[in-house]
């Protein structure tokens, strides 16, 4: 499960931007990796993006047009707010990914910490579908989840880890050869209380239609 709007809209209303275990100032590993799987000019979308300065790192390197969508309007206004006349080549979407229907193609599909909420296996197929319908073939996905040793919980939520295997493995079962793996990196985040939590970034390419 990954719970609904109203708990992420609490979420992001309790606590700042900057309090958020989840939080990075500088989101260098995402931006390295988006950075290299799209070029400027090519459409790139933020999942779960939230409050995260991905999005003002893409406009500020002149890549997009950049698309950041999340289940929390609050956390998007925070983001909108942040950027101000910067963000306003942006579009935000308030919607849920497993329900959510692509109006085009993307050549960059990011995700930090969505789809290790789904312990569902239907709402991993849904997000699955939502990625097959969503990337343009030959474009990618990075998917940084909690790795096999990160946490159990987040936001107060189960979540399920992956090591990289794990998760090239989810993908092929849930969609069979559509995504090839490319790379991945392993990521230890630090949060604003100075704890540790283990992540994998796994990058993904769709081949074809
Ligand atoms: C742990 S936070 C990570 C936020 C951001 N990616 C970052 O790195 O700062 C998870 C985000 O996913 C969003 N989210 C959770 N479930 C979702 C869903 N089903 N569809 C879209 N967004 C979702 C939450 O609102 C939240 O912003």
């Known amino acids: 499960m990954t719970d609904g709007p109203a708990h992420w809209n609490g979420v992001y209303a309790a606590r700042g931007e900057t309090e958020l275990t989840w939080y990075e100032e500088?989101?260098?590993?995402?931006?390295?990796?988006?950075?290299?799987?799209?070029?400027?000019?090519?459409?790139?979308?933020?999942?779960?993006?939230?409050?995260?300065?991905?999005?003002?790192?893409?406009?500020?390197?002149?890549?997009?047009?950049?698309?950041?969508?999340?289940?929390?309007?609050?956390?998007?206004?925070?983001?909108?707010?942040?950027?101000?006349?910067?963000?306003?080549?942006?579009?935000?979407?308030?919607?849920?990914?497993?329900?959510?229907?692509?109006?085009?193609?993307?050549?960059?599909?990011?995700d930090r910490a969505v789809f290790h909420f789904l312990t569902e296996a239907r709402d991993r197929a849904a997000y699955v579908a939502a990625m097959d319908r969503a990337l343009a073939p030959?474009?990618?996905?990075?998917?940084?989840?909690?790795?096999?040793?990160?946490?159990?919980?987040?936001?107060?939520?189960?979540?399920?880890?992956?090591?990289p295997e794990d998760l090239a493995r989810a993908l092929e079962d849930l969609a069979p050869g559509r995504f090839r793996p490319l790379e991945s990196r392993r990521h230890v985040h630090e949060t604003p209380k100075g704890r540790h939590q283990a992540f994998q970034v796994s990058v993904f390419t769709k081949d074809k239609d």
Do not use: M, N
Not at 48 to 62: P, T
Not at 139 to 159: K, Q
């Open 138 to 163: 030959g474009g990618a996905a990075i998917i940084a989840t909690f790795d096999a040793d990160g946490p159990e919980t987040c936001s107060g939520l189960p979540v399920a880890r992956y090591a």
């Open 26 to 110: 500088q989101p260098v590993l995402s931006y390295e990796l988006a950075a290299k799987y799209a070029k400027p000019g090519e459409a790139v979308i933020d999942i779960g993006g939230g409050a995260a300065r991905l999005v003002d790192r893409l406009v500020a390197g002149g890549h997009g047009p950049v698309t950041v969508l999340d289940i929390s309007e609050a956390a998007l206004r925070i983001s909108r707010d942040r950027l101000g006349e910067s963000g306003a080549g942006v579009t935000w979407v308030a919607a849920d990914v497993r329900t959510w229907v692509p109006p085009r193609r993307y050549a960059l599909w990011h």
